[in-house]
């Protein structure tokens, strides 16, 4: 558990299936994640909020944590990884998939591209919560992550 005087970590949840996306925020509730959850609908408003364009976003924090979906409208998750793999001020941020694709191309063309790591969210609540715990053990609490710009 992360001391109560510690800032949350802040991440982007970048998902266009609202139900998936509150099934996320139930699993950091329900998991006791000590994060604030950032969450846009596609790729477009992901790169808009990591670049602070527009007044919506003006403020926007850089995330410590990017979980993306790979399908979604406008810009999918696979030219939303490329795009923050190939900008430098952006690159240093992880991005875990979070998907339902369990293909195998799927996965070898999202570490390609520059994941961190490929989630296939369990359909099962339990498995869900447990994988969201698993997630933030091992990004917020095991891992070093690089100073925020």
């Given at each position: 558990m992360?001391?109560?005087n510690?800032?949350?970590?802040?991440?982007?949840?970048v998902?266009d299936?609202p139900?998936d996306a509150?099934?996320?925020?139930s699993?950091?509730?329900e998991?006791?994640v000590?994060?604030?959850?950032?969450?846009?609908?596609?790729?477009?408003e992901a790169l808009?909020?990591?670049r602070?364009r527009?007044?919506?976003?003006?403020?926007?924090?850089q995330?410590?944590?990017i979980?993306l979906?790979?399908?979604?409208?406008?810009m999918?998750?696979?030219?939303?990884?490329?795009?923050v793999k190939t900008?430098?001020?952006l690159e240093?941020i992880?991005?875990v998939?979070?998907?339902?694709s369990d293909?195998?191309?799927?996965v070898?063309a999202?570490?390609?591209l520059?994941?961190a790591?490929y989630?296939t969210?369990?359909?099962d609540?339990?498995?869900?919560i447990?994988a969201?715990?698993?997630l933030?053990?091992?990004?917020f609490v095991?891992?070093?992550l690089?100073k925020?710009v």
């Amino acid at each position: 558990m992360i001391p109560e005087n510690i800032h949350p970590f802040d991440v982007l949840l970048v998902e266009d299936e609202p139900a998936d996306a509150n099934l996320v925020r139930s699993a950091i509730k329900e998991g006791k994640v000590h994060c604030r959850l950032h969450h846009v609908t596609d790729g477009v408003e992901a790169l808009d909020f990591l670049r602070r364009r527009g007044e919506r976003y003006r403020t926007s924090p850089q995330p410590d944590l990017i979980l993306l979906d790979l399908n979604m409208p406008r810009m999918n998750g696979r030219e939303f990884l490329a795009a923050v793999k190939t900008d430098e001020a952006l690159e240093a941020i992880p991005v875990v998939v979070l998907t339902t694709s369990d293909v195998e191309r799927d996965v070898v063309a999202s570490y390609k591209l520059g994941a961190a790591g490929y989630i296939t969210k369990p359909v099962d609540m339990e498995q869900f919560i447990d994988a969201v715990r698993q997630l933030n053990d091992y990004w917020f609490v095991l891992t070093r992550l690089p100073k925020k710009v």
